[in-house]
């Protein structure tokens, strides 16, 4: 990892939009950066496919940000980072971090009671990530999870604040209401997004842990570690340019990112980059 230039890019990537959460964070907590990121549009949702395909689309992805250059990875997705981020520290040679770890160390330390919610894909929820690294830090917590497959179509159509969506909430949240929680992790990048409504659901008795605020403050702090801050400043009140490779439909793409982030991409700045199978 010597050579790396401190000046490069760095490499985000999600299954599809979800990620753009993240990459708001690391916009506030590292303006200075300049961003590469790849979203999966094209074969989203990654939270209901097996581990073994989950692993080959996200190598196919951080080896195509290795290809640009790129000086590190955050892998912007918790179904990616329950499923394949071992994997890929040992495929690519810069710093990568997945969102989970950062996630669950903000939930331990945010519980009194050190009963946890963690709402996610059924991908993440089987594979149990959130409990190992909860308990590491905190042996005596009780870890009650639910996959909540709904969350993530209903924000990709809009409805993050609809009645419907609330009654789905309850639907999912009340069981973990009832085992007295008193944090709750929302562990999807889509989930953020739902951040008032679930707000509402469950009271303010219980803390809302978004493990996306958590990565970028853990990834300031690697890239401070590794002496891979960006030297560039911003000049005149100008941002760094960001390029966004979609696997689909850079139009959708767009709006969503304007409409539902207020993140506004250029129509030059998403590019079209499949991959076969
Ligand atoms: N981005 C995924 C995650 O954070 C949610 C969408 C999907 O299932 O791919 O787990």
Same mark, same amino acid.
């Given at each position: ?19 753009l959460t ?7 907590? /590292? ?6 990121? !790849?979203?999966? *549009? &094209? ?5 209901n496919?097996?581990?073994? *395909? ?14 640009q ?12 980072s ?16 997945g ?24 991908a ?8 190992? !690294? ?15 497959? /709904? ?13 419907i ?7 999912? /949240? ?14 999807? *990048? ?25 990565t970028?403050?853990?990834?300031? &702090? ?6 891979? /801050?960006?030297? *560039? ?27 539902v ?17």
């Amino acid at each position: 990892m010597g050579d790396i230039d401190k000046n490069s890019p760095i490499g985000v990537f999600d299954s599809g939009v979800g990620g753009l959460t993240v990459v708001k964070e690391l916009m506030e907590q /590292l303006p200075n950066e300049r961003i590469i990121y !790849y979203g999966d *549009t &094209a074969r989203v949702p990654y939270g209901n496919k097996s581990r073994e *395909t989950v692993i080959r689309y996200s190598r196919e992805i951080a080896e195509f940000l290795c290809e640009q250059n790129v000086k590190a990875i955050v892998v912007a997705c918790n179904t990616a980072s329950a499923l394949a981020l071992e994997d890929l520290k040992k495929a690519v040679d810069v710093p990568i971090i997945g969102v989970v770890k950062p996630g669950a160390i903000a939930a331990a330390d945010a519980t009194v009671k050190g009963r946890i919610g963690v709402i996610a894909t059924r991908a993440t929820v089987s594979s149990g990530i959130y409990e190992e !690294y909860l308990r590491a830090k905190r042996p005596d917590i009780k870890v009650f999870a639910k996959a909540c497959p /709904l969350f993530v179509p209903l924000v990709e159509e809009g409805l993050t604040d609809d009645p419907i969506t609330d009654s789905i909430i309850h639907r999912y /949240l009340d069981e973990l209401l009832e085992q007295g929680i008193d944090s709750l992790v929302l562990g999807c *990048t889509h989930y953020p997004l739902l951040r008032d409504s679930i707000a509402r659901a469950v009271g303010q008795d219980v803390t809302l842990v978004n493990p996306a605020f958590e990565t970028a403050r853990s990834f300031k &702090a690697l890239l401070e570690e590794k002496g891979l /801050l960006s030297e *560039t400043k911003e000049k005149d009140g100008q941002k760094p340019v960001n390029t966004f490779f979609v696997s689909d439909s850079p139009e959708q793409f767009r709006s969503f990112a304007g409409n539902v982030l207020s993140i506004r991409i250029g129509a030059e700045d998403v590019k079209v980059k499949a991959f076969v199978g």
